[in-house]
């Protein structure tokens, strides 16, 4: 009886195949299961050269000239915005900004809310010697012009008027708050800046969207 217990039927050929061969896929799936977890770990290891670079747009060698070109008085700078969509892949589109020449010590005087820490503005106001500001009025989103007879920008939807350094004129225009600078920088010899959507119609700087 012992002997016949210890004794077992390999089976058929055939079933000996099956079982080798589910052995086989059984081993070969952990193999797959076990690259598909090893690949992302190791591409997660790889260091990013400049993980936040499709947020910045460079200038042109061209546009980088008008930048330099501002004063006290503001110049209006175009440059190719690029954006990346996760949905529609990369596009460009033509953006522009104002740009005037300042320093930190008259800005903190004049914007001291622009310098009340990250959790304000989460980046420099003055950036290369300049202050450079979004295009749309902070009320409702209208496009906003330096207007040089009057030395402001002037908003032409609900007449805003904002001084050189982006300070909204009390008591001229609805706008709740000064001007909304963007960020600015040098980067592997290339000017660079960053489009910034804020939100409307509040007294604070509250950001968007980046990019």
């Known amino acids: 009886m012992a002997h016949a217990e ?11 195949s099956r079982r080798t061969f589910m052995a086989n896929a059984v081993v070969a799936l952990g193999g797959v299961i076990g690259l598909g977890l090893t690949i992302p770990l190791l591409v997660s290891l790889v260091p990013a050269q400049d993980a936040n670079n499709e947020e910045w747009s460079p200038l042109t060698p061209e546009q980088a000239a008008a930048l330099r070109k501002a004063t006290d008085n503001p110049v209006k ?35 001291p809310e622009l310098f009340g820490g990250i959790e ?13 500001f979004s295009p749309i009025c902070p009320h409702l989103g209208c496009r906003y012009s330096w207007d040089s007879k009057i030395s402001r920008f002037h908003c032409p939807c609900h007449g805003s008027e904002f001084d050189n350094l982006g300070w909204h004129i009390t008591g001229v225009g609805p706008a709740l708050r000064g001007l909304d600078p963007l960020p600015l920088r040098e980067f592997s010899g290339k000017v660079q800046v960053s489009w910034i959507e804020y939100k409307q119609n509040t007294p604070d700087h509250i950001i968007l969207k980046v990019g």
């Open 6 to 16: 210890a004794y077992k039927d390999p089976g058929t050929p055939d079933e000996q």
């Open 77 to 111: 700078v175009t440059f190719n915005l690029h954006e990346v969509n996760g949905y529609f892949g990369a596009t460009d589109s033509e953006q522009f900004f104002w740009a005037v020449k300042a320093d930190e010590a008259t800005m903190r005087k004049r914007r």
């Open 120 to 132: 304000k503005v989460p980046y420099p106001a003055i950036a290369l010697g300049f202050s450079v």
